[in-house]
C-alpha cells in the first residue's frame, strides 16, 4: 500500500481525536474545529483525527506491514511545504 497522510511533525502520538458523533449525534470536539476544503460541499469538511509520527507502529499492529515513512521535497515537481509525507506498507508474505 501507498498512501498519504497528513502527518503532524509535532505529533508523536499516532492518533489523537479531535471529533466525534456523540450518542445523542451530535459532534463532540475534544480540540478546536478544523476545517478543510471540500470539492463536494462548500462548508468545508471535519478534520476528525489528527495523526503522529507513531503511526507506523500502529499499521504495523493492525496488519503484518512493513512500514516506511518517507519525507521529502521536490521544488522540481512542486512538492512542499508540510504534510508531503508518503506511507509505504509492504505485507509480510509467509515462506
Known amino acids: ?5 497528513p ?14 458523533l456523540g450518542e445523542d449525534g451530535e459532534i ?35 496488519a503484518p506491514f512493513d512500514v516506511t515513512i518517507l519525507r521529502f521535497a521536490d521544488r522540481t515537481h512542486g512538492v512542499i511545504g508540510e504534510y508531503t509525507d508518503t506511507i509505504v506498507c509492504k505485507k509480510y508474505l509467509p515462506f
Request: proline share 4%; net charge negative.
Open 1 to 5: 500500500m501507498i498512501s498519504t497522510w
Open 7 to 20: 502527518i503532524r511533525k509535532y505529533q508523536v502520538d499516532a492518533i489523537e481525536r479531535r471529533a466525534e
Open 28 to 62: 463532540v470536539h475534544f480540540k478546536e474545529p478544523e476545517i478543510h476544503g471540500n470539492p463536494i460541499d462548500g462548508t468545508g469538511a471535519l478534520v476528525t483525527v489528527d495523526y503522529g509520527y507513531d503511526i507506523h507502529k500502529l499499521l504495523a499492529e493492525w
